[in-house]
């Protein structure tokens, strides 16, 4: 089946460990981004990447670090320097660059920090 | 950035029952995209409308481009309908999306 997976779902640390959260995609699409929820709000972008070997800094990225090596997966590490690390944190994909194409959402993982 | 503001906050329906969800936005927009969030987190994705009017069984959705707002129809609704509803916009061609803060729905039967 075509889709996005994220793992863990759940995932645990302690205050100070950089974590690093998995999205892979076998839908062949191009771009891939990164979002987080916390309660009772919308989804606010963290980073994005167009095409393998590039990616841009969403609206809210301090404290945040990926890579895209693979087009298939856009990892995701949570640095100590991320203040307010615990959120619920959602990948997804689309077919883009160049246009606009409907976004779909992977599965979330959800991250506390103790 | 653009301002995507979402009506009504919260909404309790009675099973059976239609409903109109409001987003409205503050710029013109390429994309747009309404979701569900399930219980569990998961985002559905529910309609792709930039513009125009779509049907996808007891749901449906109009976007006004041009005054900047888009309707999400629920008819007859089931307590599978409960959720957050989210609509999302594309403003500038670069495919990011700006959420506004979802409807939050709850059908008792």
């Known amino acids: 089946d075509g889709g996005i997976t994220q793992s863990p779902k759940y995932l645990f640390r302690k205050e100070g460990q950089n974590v690093t959260l998995s999205c892979e995609q076998n839908?062949?699409?191009?771009?891939m981004y990164w979002y987080r929820q916390d309660p009772g709000q919308g989804l606010r972008l963290i980073y994005y990447?167009?095409?393998?070997?590039?990616?841009q800094k969403g609206d809210i990225a301090e404290g945040y670090s990926v890579s895209r090596e693979k087009k298939e997966s856009f990892p995701l590490t949570v640095t100590s320097a991320q203040k307010n690390p615990t959120a619920f944190y959602l990948c997804?994909?689309?077919?883009?660059?160049?246009?606009?194409?409907?976004?779909?959402f992977g599965p979330g993982t959800r991250l506390t920090v103790t | 950035g653009i301002q995507v503001e979402q009506s009504p906050p919260d909404l309790i329906l009675q099973e059976g029952a239609n409903s109109t969800l409001r987003c409205n936005f503050s710029?013109?927009?390429?994309?747009l995209q309404w979701f569900h969030q399930n219980p569990w987190g998961q985002l559905i994705n529910l309609f792709y409308?930039?513009?125009g009017t779509k049907q996808n069984g007891r749901l449906s959705a109009t976007t006004v481009a041009t005054e900047r707002y888009s309707l999400l129809y629920i008819s007859s609704s089931q307590t599978t309908d409960s959720g957050v509803y989210f609509c999302?916009?594309?403003?500038?061609?670069?495919?990011?999306?700006?959420f506004g803060k979802g409807n939050q729905v709850v059908v008792i039967p």
């Open positions: 409308i930039p513009s």
């Open positions: 997804a994909s689309s077919k883009g660059p160049g246009a606009s194409y409907e976004q779909y």
């Open positions: 710029d013109s927009v390429n994309n």
């Open positions: 839908l062949n699409h191009d771009a």
């Open positions: 999302a916009v594309e403003p500038g061609g670069n495919n990011r999306l700006a």
């Open positions: 990447s167009q095409i393998v070997n590039d990616f």
